[in-house]
């Protein structure tokens, strides 16, 4: 007799913030929602080289709520691991995806070589987690599905993805599996944002999986933000230095090209040098082109302001600006500091006072951006340990993840009670604190499970 039992394996973002994986156990079928990679500390960064506690050639399909490293950076180690079935996502998430994957593979290849000529890994020879290669075999899994339409993966089992905000192409996924509606948040965009439209709210959930990045915390309006980027352009740029910030290079960088470009426009900036340094942002740009319906600028908007910025894709040209010290802005990935290239600039560019590094996104702990947050004034970069002495500043405002007002109100509209509410991809305070807030505000009690715990939905 067939059980109606469903497993539901823990296996990233679960009393952590990175490394999103919940694996979908039916039965007769499993199911992963999203496949990250875990970022920050050492012991969860050492999990991405172990296989994970679960028989990956069993998995029949994975499902991606939306193209950030943290919940797609996995796949090309899963497949490498066995993995044969599709991989469904929007099509914005899938060539998001296809950047992300093919920039870090990249970065990978480029940081082993460099490792290894200069001696600096404990690993002889330093070997990437994942090369071209083998996002080249990635790839062709992919299935790309349009949004908020139902699609039958299996017998009894289908979903949807539901515009979220966050980024371009960015779900929640509703799974409905033999009538029991499982609703996975992904992460969930902001109500007002300057380029992204408020993210659509789920109506039945019967278990809930809601992310709590920004649990106990709210964020200022992204227009507060504004003339405080302001202040600290004039402000870094009257004293002869330079502002970088490290940015995600999907959405947050485009999203402070916009806004860099247009306090230019209203000459409320001084007129300097304006670089974005990420092969990986350019092609996000190209990509905000052909996606017009995810977002809210005009085409013409997008051609202007590109026309303002250099765009950097060599890494030639990035190992020249990172010596030239005349006042710029710089936009480079990764947001957190985890790679990519800021360390570029940083090496070069971190005992200089006068210049200022300005977060605008969440720092995972034990990331180099947490780090320096928490006045580290010493940074790692290429085995090298470099005097940190710029300036450093933090703009909550402008971040892509939901507050903890706005991921109340995306529950609002579930109409019923849900059976089941697991809290994910969140540090133990920020869980707690939402824990907290869904009791008080709906009386619906919520778990914070942890990695690699296994729950039984009956």
């Known amino acids: 007799m067939k059980s109606n039992k469903i497993n539901i394996h823990f296996l990233g973002a679960a009393g952590t913030v990175t490394g999103s994986k919940y694996l979908v156990d039916t ?57 044969n079935g599709p991989i469904y996502g929007t099509n914005p998430t899938l060539d998001i995806a296809k950047i992300i994957l093919n920039d870090s593979a990249k970065i990978q290849e480029q940081e082993a070589e460099r490792a290894n000529k200069e001696g600096y890994s404990k690993h002889n020879p330093a070997e990437p987690l994942y090369d071209l290669k083998d996002v ?56 007002n944002d300057l380029l992204l439209y408020p993210p659509l709210k789920p109506k039945k959930a ?11 915390r709210f964020h200022p309006d992204e ?6 980027i302001e202040k600290l352009v004039n402000d870094t740029i009257n004293r002869g230095g330079s502002l970088f910030i490290p940015s995600f290079s999907v959405e947050r960088a485009q999203l402070m090209m916009l806004i860099f ?35 809210k600028l005009e085409e013409h908007e997008c051609d202007e302001m590109c026309s303002y910025f250099t765009v950097v894709s060599s890494y030639r040209e990035t190992m020249e600006l990172r010596t030239d010290n005349k006042p710029k802005i710089v936009i480079a990935g990764s947001g957190m500091l985890t790679g990519g290239r800021m360390l570029n600039y940083l090496e070069t560019q971190a005992q200089n006072p006068n210049n200022t590094l300005l977060f605008v996104g969440y720092q995972a702990e034990g990331t180099r951006g947490r780090k320096l947050l928490e006045g580290e004034k010493e940074l790692k970069v290429y085995g090298k340990w470099v005097p940190f002495k710029m300036q450093v500043a933090e703009i909550e405002g402008l971040s892509a993840h939901a507050d903890h007002a706005e991921l109340m109100d995306w529950m609002d509209n579930i109409k019923n009670k849900p059976e089941r509410i697991f809290i994910v991809h969140g540090e133990k305070e920020s869980a707690e604190a939402l824990q907290k807030g869904i009791k008080e505000t709906y009386g619906w009690d919520a778990e914070i499970p942890q990695l690699y715990t296994i729950e039984v939905i009956e």
Request: charged share 25%; glycine share 10%.
């Open 27 to 83: 039965g007769d079928r499993k199911i992963l929602i999203d496949c990250g990679l875990f970022q920050g500390l050492k012991e969860l960064r050492l999990k991405n080289w172990e296989y994970p506690p679960v028989n990956v050639v069993d998995i029949d399909a994975v499902l991606l709520t939306h193209g950030h490293m943290d919940h797609t950076g996995y796949l090309p180690r899963l497949v490498k691991q066995g993995f």
């Open 136 to 191: 080249e075999k990635t790839i062709p899994h992919f299935k790309g599905i349009p949004q908020s339409q139902w699609i039958q993966l299996f017998d009894g089992i289908r979903a949807r993805f539901q515009y979220n905000g966050h980024i371009l192409g960015a779900t929640s996924i509703d799974l409905d599996v033999h009538g029991k509606r499982f609703v996975f948040s992904g992460d969930i965009g902001r109500t």
């Open 261 to 295: 470009w247009r306090l230019l426009k209203e000459n409320k900036i001084p007129k300097v040098q304006m670089i974005m340094d990420s092969p990986m942002g350019a092609n996000v740009l190209e990509l905000f082109h052909r996606t017009r319906d995810w977002h």
């Open 206 to 216: 019967d278990v809930l999986f809601i992310e709590s990045t920004y649990g106990g």
């Open 223 to 228: 227009v507060e933000a504004i003339p405080q």
